[in-house]
């Protein structure tokens, strides 16, 4: 495994990525075409989904940073983490993107952005606080990473689908017994149950792909920084520190997890995890390092 001043995409990532888009954008169009075939007005329709979807595009970076609680630094406000970024950066060929700092206690980082032209690194304070400097490296090239797979923007996309699919169930709930016409009573409920579908299933597509998405960018930063086993320590410690985080702010944290290097909630089962075991990340980190150092088998 020979170490490249850059890399490349993941082919799995990128062959996840479009069967993801693919489908997404199936069931997206059957719910689209259901409310049209509803309200019969196609007009109505366009403007209500490309108004969202722009919105998801070049709004939801702003948003979720305030979800965060993240502003973007200066070079002179974050001297250190500036020019480590600078240097990952010069290594992968990657534009600068902008950088972030949180001022929590709970260690994490994330990436977002709609390119690799525009897009936000970050990290928190407490991130900064209890990682060593080549461990901080190993994260924040990790971060880098989902930038140059442009994984970040589909998981943007990915949302913005079972958000408006959420948005529709609700609005149902809310208005569509409001309707004394029977077959418009019953319009609206086919449009909730093909809703509910598209939400279900576009959950699931997100949840697996940002599984993976974890792996592909952990094999990144092991190619970009030729020290595998710095990233896996940097886990170790990012998951002690949100164990011992309070749990409140973990909580606030829970609707943007799936951005976060290491997930701040605990899924249910492997199902509904936005991220894979540590304990599996580890274990293909310690083969990239042995592959690095020739001893692999």
């Known amino acids: 495994m020979a170490r490249p001043t850059s890399f490349g995409r993941d082919p799995g990532l990128q062959t996840r990525i479009a069967g993801t888009l693919f489908l997404l954008g199936l069931v997206y169009v059957v719910l689209i075409g259901a409310i049209f075939f509803a309200s019969g007005s196609a007009v109505i329709v366009v403007a209500v989904a490309g108004g969202l ?7 939801s970076e702003k948003l979720a940073l305030h979800a965060m609680g993240a502003r973007e630094v200066s070079p002179q406000e974050a001297p250190e983490l500036h020019a480590l970024i600078e240097r990952l950066c010069v290594q992968a060929d990657l534009p600068k ?17 709609r390119s690799k032209k525009h897009a936000t690194v970050a990290a928190t304070t407490g991130l900064m606080r209890t990682l060593s400097p080549t ?23 990915a949302g913005f689908f ?10 149902g709930f809310w208005f569509g ?8 009573a019953l319009g609206w409920l086919a449009i ?26 952990d094999r990144g930063a092991a190619l970009l920084t030729g020290r595998p086993s710095a990233l896996s320590s940097a886990l170790l410690k990012i998951t002690d520190g949100i164990a011992h985080t309070p749990k409140a702010d973990l909580r606030a944290q829970a ?5 976060y290097i290491a997930s701040p909630t605990k899924a249910l089962g492997n199902l509904f995890a936005t991220h894979p075991p540590v304990e ?10 042995a592959q690095l150092q020739g001893t692999a088998r």
């Open 135 to 157: 461990e901080l490296e190993g994260v924040m090239a990790h971060e880098l990473s989902h930038i140059a797979n442009r994984d970040v923007m589909v998981m943007t996309l």
């Open 97 to 113: 993107p902008k950088i972030a700092v949180a001022d929590t206690l709970m260690p994490n980082a994330f990436a977002l952005g």
């Open 280 to 289: 599996k990340r580890i274990e293909r980190l310690s083969h990239y390092e």
């Open 53 to 59: 979807a722009l919105f998801q595009l070049f709004g």
């Open 177 to 184: 017994g409001e309707s004394d016409d029977e077959e418009g």
């Open 162 to 171: 079972a958000s408006v699919a959420s948005m529709i169930v609700q609005a």
């Open 255 to 259: 609707s943007v997890s799936a951005f």
């Open 192 to 217: 909730m149950a093909i809703a509910a579908v598209v939400y279900a299933i576009s959950f699931l597509l997100l949840q697996a792909l940002s599984r993976y998405r974890e792996f592909a960018a």
